[in-house]
């Protein structure tokens, strides 16, 4: 049983940046693969980017690539999703995920965390 926490979400100006965290435990840390996907207010939730568990291999949505990046410790057993230049639309809760690569990236994560708020506005 996989558990994922996330933090660091705040309420941010545009242009600014952002390094959230998921901690995961309850699973070696190089079993599962962890994603972050985001779900904005009256919108579908959508995948930005997962790590593979072992050889960290990193995966992006094609408009996700630039701004995010995803990173990993396996000692420490965290994930990282680091947001770059951040605009209005960014604003969406953001969420940690776990299972293999194929059903992060092609279907739906079986473990997720609750959420972490980031909010972009001036």
């Known amino acids: 049983q996989l558990q994922l926490v996330e933090s660091g979400g705040a309420s941010v100006q545009p242009g600014g940046s952002l390094k959230l965290s998921c901690a995961a435990s309850?699973?070696?840390?190089?079993?599962?693969?962890i994603g972050w996907f985001r779900q904005a207010p009256g919108k579908e939730r959508e995948g930005i980017a997962c790590?593979?568990?072992?050889?960290?291999?990193?995966y992006y949505t094609d408009s996700m690539k630039g701004r995010f990046t995803i990173s990993k410790d396996n000692a420490k057993n965290m994930v990282w999703l680091q947001i770059d230049n951040l605009k209005p639309e960014d604003t969406a809760v953001y969420y940690c995920?776990?299972?293999?690569?194929?059903?992060?990236?092609?279907?739906?994560?079986?473990?997720w965390g609750r959420g972490t708020q980031v909010t972009v506005s001036s």
């Open positions: 309850g699973s070696p840390s190089d079993y599962y693969s």
């Open positions: 995920v776990g299972d293999f690569v194929d059903t992060i990236i092609n279907g739906v994560p079986k473990y």
């Open positions: 790590i593979s568990g072992r050889n960290q291999n990193t």
